[in-house]
């Protein structure tokens, strides 16, 4: 049994990543501020005699008393309507939250894994992106509060383990989807199946041919534990390498709600991605990981966590 952080824990990677390492016998202590988060992800997990909620911004100085085997720092908020409405918080949560978490692992002696992002990519101009590949990004657009506040939480974690040694893992996901995202938060698999429910326009930006791919939230998690647990430090992309346009994805979701809305088409906005694609064989390779869910089986569980909490 270990006794692992997990930051942003009441988030929608945070919470599953919590279940998971309970699942496997593990102590879990989870702190987040619910800027995002909500405490609904993890009410089932009050109960539990080995996990442990702190309510706190790890912007802060953050301490945890006992020993602590592993740090997992997945705080921040990472859905595009955010970038505009806490862009602050999201430069704080990267750098000063990022350099709370790494000194607390290396107070307590314990590995730390960085949940980075595809972000980091930026617009890529190499396709489908490598670990090797050092991004496009547009430092001052308004995506840049979350793509630099990554990029710099890589460095701080890098810099952390040439200076001191210490044992550190650095995971870029890419497009998760899944139970538990909020339903407003701008990302396209959450508007495309809360519009496809409620039959209204789905609201394609741009032309819809940009592509994505997208991956499971079980997926992810199984991806992170086992860079977690393996001697690879990474950078890793976690993700599904197959790619869909827009209009795909949008086809595909009105099929798994069996919807009647049409297609909306919008105005593309500032430095969004034509195209975003993990390349996997560091994943496969190292980690003996790579997706399994389906697209439109993930998509079906998905709307089916959505048609609940439209309900309520």
């Not at 009441?10 to 699942?23: I, K, M, N, V």
């Not at 992800?41 to 085997?69: C, E, K």
């Not at 701008?186 to 791919?213: C, H």
Request: glycine residues 8%.
């Amino acid at each position: 049994m270990k006794r692992v952080v997990v930051t942003g824990g009441a988030g929608f990677l945070g919470s599953h990543l919590c279940e998971a390492l309970l699942a496997r016998g593990d102590e879990v202590i989870c702190i987040d501020n619910i800027a995002t988060g909500h405490l609904d992800n993890i009410a089932h997990l009050y109960g539990h005699d080995r996990f442990r909620f702190i309510r706190h911004d790890v912007s802060q100085h953050m301490w945890v008393t006992g020993p602590v085997d592993q740090v997992c720092h997945l705080a921040s908020p990472a859905s595009p309507v955010d970038f505009s409405r806490i862009p602050i918080q999201i430069l704080k949560v990267g750098s000063l939250g990022t350099h709370n978490a790494l000194g607390l692992a290396l107070e307590k002696g314990a590995r730390f894994l960085l949940a980075s992002t595809s972000e980091v990519y930026g617009d890529p101009l190499v396709h489908p992106q490598p670990e090797s590949y050092w991004g496009n990004v547009n430092p001052i657009g308004v995506r840049g509060v979350y793509d630099e506040a990554k990029r710099f939480a890589e460095a701080m974690t890098m810099a952390y383990r040439r200076a001191h040694d210490m044992e550190v893992r650095i995971v870029r996901i890419f497009n998760t989807y899944g139970p538990r995202m909020r339903p407003d938060d701008g990302r396209v698999v959450s508007n495309f199946v809360t519009q496809a429910l409620k039959g209204e326009p789905l609201t394609i930006y741009g032309d819809g041919n940009q592509s994505r791919s997208f991956c499971y939230v079980d997926d992810q998690i199984r991806g992170q534990m086992a860079l977690l647990d393996s001697d690879h430090t990474g950078p890793i992309n976690i993700g599904n390498d197959t790619e869909y346009t827009m209009r795909e994805l949008a086809e595909m979701v009105v099929k798994v709600t069996n919807s009647s809305s049409d297609v909306e088409y919008l105005p593309l906005p500032q430095d969004d991605p034509t195209r975003r694609r993990p390349e996997l064989t560091l994943a496969r390779t190292q980690l003996g990981w790579e997706p399994t869910v389906s697209l439109e089986d993930g998509l079906r569980r998905t709307a089916e966590f959505f048609s609940k909490v439209l309900e309520t």
